[in-house]
């Protein structure tokens, strides 16, 4: 088991290139876990490329529906917080709910995110791709 946070999800829905190909192929065969907001915080990514005019109408639909479909095992956030709150100095609210579940679930995180993964004061295991 994985849990995985938007900056693995948004390129494996929403990015034809190298990135996208290489969250996809991590992801791929996995069971990958993420705390109910990965949909939202995912759909805000899509929803900043139609803005910006990197992704079309239609690739921003194929994104959505990409994401709707992934079999990801979906934990409440609210159980999170606690474990959250006490890494509010060091991670944003968000990244604390990834932490925080790759921290109960005893499994690695994987992210995008360079930074993320060199936060003081997190017990779990990072992959960074």
Same mark, same amino acid.
């Given at each position: 088991?994985?849990? @995985?946070?938007?900056? +693995?999800?948004?390129?494996? %829905?929403?990015?034809?290139? @190298?990135?996208?190909?290489?969250?996809?192929?991590?992801?791929?065969?996995?069971? +990958?876990?993420?705390?109910?907001?990965?949909? %939202?915080?995912?759909?805000? +990514?899509?929803?900043?490329? =139609?803005?910006?005019?990197?992704?079309?109408?239609?690739?921003?639909?194929?994104?959505?529906?990409?994401?709707?479909?992934?079999?990801? &095992?979906? #934990?409440?956030?609210?159980?999170?917080?606690?474990?959250?709150?006490? =890494?509010?100095?060091? &991670?944003?609210? #968000?990244?604390?709910? #990834?932490?925080?579940?790759?921290?109960?679930?005893?499994?690695?995180?994987?992210?995008?995110?360079?930074?993320?993964?060199?936060?003081?004061?997190?017990?779990?295991?990072?992959? @960074?791709?």
């Amino acid at each position: 088991m994985l849990v @995985v946070d938007a900056s +693995v999800i948004a390129p494996a %829905v929403a990015d034809g290139g @190298v990135d996208g190909d290489t969250c996809r192929e991590r992801i791929r065969g996995e069971v +990958v876990a993420a705390p109910d907001l990965l949909r %939202v915080e995912t759909m805000s +990514v899509v929803r900043r490329h =139609l803005a910006n005019g990197s992704l079309t109408s239609q690739q921003a639909a194929n994104a959505l529906d990409d994401l709707l479909s992934l079999p990801f &095992v979906i #934990y409440p956030s609210a159980p999170l917080l606690r474990r959250g709150w006490e =890494l509010r100095d060091n &991670v944003t609210a #968000y990244d604390s709910c #990834y932490i925080a579940l790759a921290e109960a679930l005893d499994c690695p995180l994987v992210t995008a995110d360079k930074r993320l993964s060199n936060a003081p004061g997190t017990h779990c295991q990072f992959e @960074v791709i």
